[in-house]
């Protein structure tokens, strides 16, 4: 279920991302701007699966950290899908161990879509 995009509304305080800042006009634009600048190349090759090719804009500081930063394009850096998902996994860890990898052994499972 999905609540309504509401621009002027913050509803229940929620974060940017849920009162729907992804999908205002400001935000695609600025998005296809990053993508452009960078090629359309995935800037961040953080990912061992990592395709190269830039779908995705990633927020350098964090949107909700940083909300002033959210449509400056010297935030933004283009990457492709598995590296964004890097990012959010890597944040919502702890910085303690590094030089740790995870390495997926199984092949061909797709867990999500
Ligand atoms: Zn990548």
């Known amino acids: 279920m999905r ?3 509401h621009p002027a509304m913050p509803d229940r305080g929620g974060t940017l991302k849920e009162q729907g800042f992804y999908k205002t006009p ?9 993508l452009q600048r960078d090629h ?7 990912s061992s699966r990592c395709t190269g090719i830039a ?17 400056s394009l010297d935030n933004l850096t283009s ?12 944040k919502s860890k ?15 499972s797709d867990d999500e879509s």
């Open 26 to 34: 400001a935000w695609r634009r600025i998005r296809q701007q990053a």
């Open 94 to 108: 702890p910085k303690t161990i590094s030089g740790v990898r995870v390495i997926n052994i199984t092949d061909g």
């Open 3 to 5: 609540a309504g995009y």
């Open 79 to 90: 990457c492709c899908w598995y590296c964004h998902e890097e990012t959010k996994t890597r």
């Open 40 to 46: 359309y190349i995935c800037q961040l090759r953080l």
């Open 55 to 71: 779908t995705e804009v990633h927020h350098i500081q964090e949107l909700e950290s940083r909300p002033d930063l959210g449509l």
